[in-house]
């Protein structure tokens, strides 16, 4: 791709971004505000469980919700202030924490789906909130006590974080970067194979930002490790948040000087170049991971509800933009 960004098509707007709610800061502070958001006749809730988000009955948006008087109370649900939605409170429950016979009548009206499925099926808006929503949920569920010390922690901020009564300390919802990368060479891309993943399965290149590194630094060295390649000056693309649980992935573009890719850390299984024709045949198959590879040597690319596949199809656009590389 040209190094002129002035060339290059808008990055992409991948699944799960966009939830676009006034979350509140100041407001949220205080209890007394929190409590007449809860009693107020205009609040709704979203509820999530480690299995999905609750939808509408007909699908075409996350199921909004009058609060019932156990969850405005906060005796049922564990309700977390999510912000505020053109003026009106929206709070999230976790249905693990409400009364089977709560959870029974929900899902008499509306349908659990997975998070992923919601991300593909719902509006863009919606399944960034549903991206919000199960982020924060998730991390209440599973950090009710605290890791200096032990003590059960307390909601505090209406959910923005947990208080320790015991040693004093805050914990803030915990998100993971990620780096993920088009590394390109000529007209070719640079996809890997994970052990394990079936024939034909293949993706960008990514990893964990490590202690004491930046992001840039971190797709250098994950290529170098991945796919034994060169990579230079790394330019930020566009991020997801990735609730799986806990990650953000940060899309980079860069160029490498090229070479034969080797996959020997010990997590790929095969690391390659792939003429932009063939990627680009790939898309327009419509195949992706959900199928299996009709041929053996034909290409499967990731899901749409992926950061890694807006990246692709960016980078097939931004070469129909600029042309091939200098
Ligand atoms: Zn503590």
Redesign the pocket.
């Known amino acids: 791709m040209s190094t002129d960004s002035q060339t290059l098509p808008p990055p992409p707007v991948p699944i799960f971004t966009g939830a676009g709610l006034d979350r509140v800061a100041q407001l949220r502070r205080d209890p007394n505000e929190v409590r007449a958001l809860l009693r107020d006749p205009e609040a709704r809730a979203l509820f999530a469980s480690d299995q999905g988000v609750l939808v509408s009955r007909d699908g075409s948006s996350l199921s909004r919700r009058e609060l019932s008087e156990s969850v405005a109370s906060g005796r049922d649900g564990e309700p977390v202030l999510l912000g505020l939605e053109r003026g009106r409170p929206l709070f999230g429950c976790d249905l693990e924490a409400l009364a089977p016979a709560a959870v029974a009548a929900l899902l008499d009206s509306g349908g659990l789906v997975s998070l992923r499925e919601a991300g593909v099926t719902l509006p863009r808006a919606e399944g960034g909130l549903g991206a919000y929503l199960a982020a924060l949920i998730g991390w209440h569920r599973h950090h009710r006590y605290?890791p200096?010390?032990?003590?059960r922690?307390e909601v505090v901020e209406a959910g923005l974080s947990r208080l320790?009564p015991?040693?004093?300390?805050s914990h803030f919802p915990r998100t993971d970067p990620v780096v993920i990368m088009v590394v390109q060479h000529d007209d070719q891309l640079l996809l890997g194979r994970r052990l394990g993943w079936p024939a034909g399965r293949y993706s960008l290149l990514a990893g964990f930002v490590a202690a004491g590194e930046t992001p840039e630094e971190a797709v250098v060295r994950e290529v170098r490790e991945e796919a034994d390649i060169e990579t230079d000056h790394p330019r930020y693309v566009a991020a997801q948040p990735w609730p799986f649980p806990a990650s953000l992935m940060l899309g980079f573009a860069s160029v490498s000087p090229g070479g034969e890719p080797h996959a020997d850390d010990g997590e790929m299984a095969d690391v390659r170049w792939f003429a932009r024709e063939r990627v680009l045949a790939a898309v327009h198959q419509e195949a992706d991971w959900s199928a299996q590879a009709a041929q053996p040597d034909e290409l499967l690319l990731p899901s749409r509800v992926s950061i890694a596949r807006s990246l692709i199809e960016w980078w097939l656009e931004a070469r129909a933009v600029s042309g091939p590389a200098a």
Do not use: E, L, P
């Open positions: 605290c200096n010390c032990g003590a922690t320790c015991r040693c004093g300390r």
